[in-house]
């Protein structure tokens, strides 16, 4: 009877190794799928819900530092999307979540704007050329709206060097207008 408990306990333990392994994978294609514009509003508050209440294994809040990615999330494992890999997003707001993509540092805008040829429509605000030009900024902020979505990509060269931000902001799709 001893043996049968002891191996029951094993089975269950092993389950629930497994079913933990899971669903970091299922995480990991959430995140990948947030960073990709292809949640809608259920899924988005349901898994900020799961990450305010930290139910998200292995993924974990990094310290500010200067010279980093803001507001900067780490994974055990690397998230796929857009076609590359990364551990590290940022998470901007509860509605928008951007991937940071490795970049050579001072290449950063030249990479930047490969992605925004082979994402394709994308543009910038005047408000971001202007702070180019006026406010002697080093970054580039590109955007294309997709339905009630906006894939969003970000460098700042001198808050976040060697990073490339690439993701979605999803504030349209929480909002009774459009």
């Known amino acids: 009877m001893k043996f049968a408990q002891t191996l029951i306990g094993m089975v269950c333990g092993v389950a629930l190794i497994v079913s933990a392994h899971a669903q970091s994978a299922t995480d990991l294609q959430t ?12 899924q988005i508050d349901s898994f900020i819900d799961r ?3 930290g139910a998200v294994p292995g993924f974990t809040s990094q310290r500010p530092q200067e010279k980093a990615v803001d507001l900067a999330w780490k994974t055990q494992k690397p998230i796929q999307a857009w076609g590359t890999s990364s551990n590290l997003v940022s998470i901007v707001s509860p509605r928008q979540m951007l991937l940071a993509i490795p970049a050579p540092e001072g290449e950063e805008i030249n990479i930047a704007k490969q992605w925004v040829a082979r994402i394709g429509g994308m543009s910038e605000g005047a408000g971001t050329i202007s702070l180019r030009e006026n406010a002697q900024w080093r970054g580039v902020d590109y955007r294309k709206t997709v339905g009630k979505k906006e894939i969003r990509l970000l460098v700042d060269q001198q808050e976040s060097p060697g990073w490339i931000l690439l993701g979605c902001r999803y504030d349209k799709l929480f909002t009774n207008s459009n």
């Open 51 to 53: 990450i305010d209440s």
């Open 31 to 42: 995140i990948g799928r947030f960073v990709e514009c292809k949640l809608d509003a259920r």
